[in-house]
């Protein structure tokens, strides 16, 4: 059976939130996709389209507030994109869900299963940007956020007074990923694949200043209380070191309790990279637990 989402959207606090959900029937169990840093919810599109789990799951996935079709300039942060995602499950009548997400979405899943446990039935992280396990040239970037945040002052001064771009043009990361992995069959070079997706520039072209200033603080920050959690555990995790020491990586998740890791040969972007691998991982993962 072909998976046919709808595209709807939630009026929450000044944002619209815009969200695509399958679900043919009765309510069933919920898969919430999240995007990462500066992302948007086409990066899952293969992922929906392909995946098994829509025989026996309902799926949404979203643009979090203040990315692509969920614009908005105002306050973001983990707190806020929480907030968002209880009343997203409320709207769609789910009293809870496994949250799967890629870096910054794995940071919000985290946030949510610890601030918001009866909620989250299971969390699947995606190359989890773990705080404790940063390179320190990226630690000394956190390190620095008063300046971080002295940049977002004055980028939000500019908004207020109408230097602001009002047409953002959306991103389809579905093409954008099919498009680089032929080029890299093509061509082996995997230097010239980092340095496109770490780059900052195609992405501030689509994306407000001020808001990915502010997500590069919140995807370098700890999240407290996560070991805590007490439910299923999954965590993908790209051995090709980009942003993080794998080993302080796999530490800091062997203190969880029901934690399992699957170790893909990838840089920090699973989804584009491997993904057959991926969808795999995470379908076997909820065939075990769900």
């Known amino acids: 059976m072909p998976v046919t989402e709808e595209k709807k959207s939630l009026d929450i606090a000044g944002a619209t939130i815009t969200y695509r959900i399958w679900r043919p029937g009765e309510h069933r169990r919920l898969l919430v996709l999240v995007h990462g840093m500066a992302s948007n919810m086409s990066r899952w599109s293969e992922f929906v389209e392909n995946t098994g789990l829509s025989k026996t799951w309902d799926i949404i996935r979203l643009d979090l507030r203040g990315h692509s079709e969920s614009i908005f300039r105002g306050k973001i942060g983990l707190r806020e994109w929480s907030l968002d995602l209880g ?25 949510y299963a ?91 072209k689509q994306f407000p200043v001020s808001n990915y200033l502010k997500e590069i603080i919140i995807s370098l920050s700890p999240v407290p209380g996560f070991k805590s959690f007490k439910k299923p555990v999954l965590a993908l995790l790209a051995k090709v070191p980009t942003y993080t020491r794998p080993e302080l990586t796999s530490k800091f998740l062997s203190g969880i309790d029901q934690c399992e890791t699957v170790d893909l040969h990838a840089y920090h972007w699973p989804l584009t990279e491997k993904p057959d691998e991926t969808r795999e991982a995470i379908e076997a993962w909820c065939d075990r637990n769900f």
């Open 87 to 111: 009343e997203l499950l409320d709207a769609e009548r789910y009293q809870d869900c496994v949250v799967i997400g890629h870096s910054l979405g794995a940071q919000l899943a985290m946030y």
């Open 114 to 204: 610890t601030h918001y446990p009866s909620r989250v039935a299971g969390v699947c992280l995606i190359d989890p940007l773990i705080h404790e396990a940063l390179y320190p040239a990226k630690k000394r970037i956190y390190h620095a956020r008063i300046i971080i945040w002295a940049l977002i002052g004055l980028a939000r001064l500019f908004n207020m007074i109408g230097f602001k771009r009002k047409n953002l043009p959306l991103r389809d990361l579905r093409q954008l990923d099919i498009k680089t992995r032929i080029e890299i069959e093509k061509t082996g070079d995997m230097e010239e694949f980092v340095d496109k997706y770490g780059s900052p520039w195609p992405d501030l």
